[in-house]
């Protein structure tokens, strides 16, 4: 069950989200707090920075462990979006994370019960709290919109590509590209 501190934490992570969608990111969005103070925030970089592990939930972390100057951050809360894959859920437990809290499910990689529950297994030495769900139609209607707005762009983009081109022989369309040298009109 979310308190109201929860919802106001999850609109900080919703306004950071919004900054990844910005920045052509998917739209997720992640905020650490420590007693009720904000520590740090994050959204997700992985596309603009060219690496993987730039989750939101991984660059607020990264911030919040500078700024503490310890990687353990035993005192702390994460409000995250998007429910946690599994790589953000292992680095939140082996920051001994105290609480984390999710808008929406993650059907198809969220390891804090959607797909998998890293968070509930026994034989992890940390355990976190979890709560899911809150504010989730805000998160997932973001997902949905950039998701939707990607598809059209798509769309769009193939149905204005020219036709291919057919080669002499009437057979196919011409390989082009950087790779492939055609002959030139003065070639035999």
Known sequence: MSTPADDYAMRIALDQALNAQLVGEVPVGAVILRAGQVIATGYNRPITTHDPTAHAEIVALRHAAQLLENYRL????????LEPCAMCAMALMHARFKRVVFGAFDPKTGAAGSVTNLFAEARLNHHTEVIGGVMAEHSAALLRQFFAERRALQKASRAAAP???????????????DAIELPGPDSP
């Open 74 to 81: 035993p005192e702390c809360e994460l409000f995250v979006t």
């Open 163 to 177: 036709a291919p081109l057919a080669d002499d022989t009437g057979h196919g369309p011409i390989p082009t590209g």
